[in-house]
């Protein structure tokens, strides 16, 4: 049975509703599971869902979400000490992706430098489901929202999913297809986090 499990994707790709499925689930089965997300409640965490909307400097992003990891991955360890299931919306996939397409025409090699200075500071999950979806399709299902962040455009988007589809080369990855039924996609999950 794995511990740690992250869910990463697009915005609009559904990750967040089958989390929330899948703690449920797991909840309901009897498992001592925790659900937790970024950017996180915390200070920075609250801070850093400002600088996104404003559209701050993509460096100052890119600091601020790892900073907020960094907590949090201290109180994730604390909860797999204490032998917990720990379930996650988004993680450090998310900073590789987004800020690695932000910063992708900034510097060189954004992803490996943004992997470098995460490295040996935050735990790593026993398993990262990654939605995958046309960016077309994802945002024609958010498009309703009341206020949309900037990242939350098509071309932004596809180069984010670029990076996520690098990055899911690890064995660590499941590559979900995000069209598929809420309720196939969550026990494809549950299943795999079984097993
Ligand atoms: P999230 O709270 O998942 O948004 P929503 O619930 O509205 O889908 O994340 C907010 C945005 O922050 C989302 O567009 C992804 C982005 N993000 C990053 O750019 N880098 C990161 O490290 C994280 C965790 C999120």
Redesign the pocket.
């Known amino acids: 049975m794995k511990r740690f499990i992250s869910f990463e994707g697009i ?1 609009g790709s559904g990750k ?1 509703t089958v989390s929330k499925l899948v703690y449920k689930k797991l909840k309901s089965d009897g498992y001592d599971v925790i659900y937790t ?3 996180t409640n915390s200070e920075i965490g609250v801070q850093v ?1 400002k600088y ?1 909307k404003e559209g701050a400097d993509p460096f100052v992003i890119s600091f601020t ?1 790892i900073a907020d990891r960094i907590l949090h991955g201290k109180q994730i360890k604390k909860w797999l000490e204490k032998e917990k299931i720990v379930i996650c ?2 993680y450090a996939e ?2 590789y992706s ?2 690695g397409a932000q910063l992708k025409d900034i510097i060189k090699r954004p992803m490996s430098w943004l992997q470098d200075i995460s490295e040996n500071k935050i735990p790593i999950p026993d398993r990262t489901f990654l939605f995958i979806i046309d960016p077309e399709i994802s945002v024609s299902r958010i498009k309703n929202r009341d206020y949309l ?1 900037p ?2 455009k098509v071309s932004f988007l596809k180069k984010v999913q670029k990076n996520y589809l690098d990055l899911s080369v690890d064995k660590r990855f499941l590559k979900i297809d995000a069209t598929k039924k809420i309720e196939e996609i969550t026990k494809i999950c549950y299943d795999d986090i079984m097993s």
């Open positions: 915005d967040s997300f970024e950017p869902q996104i979400f919306d988004r998310s900073t987004y800020q962040i990242f939350e």
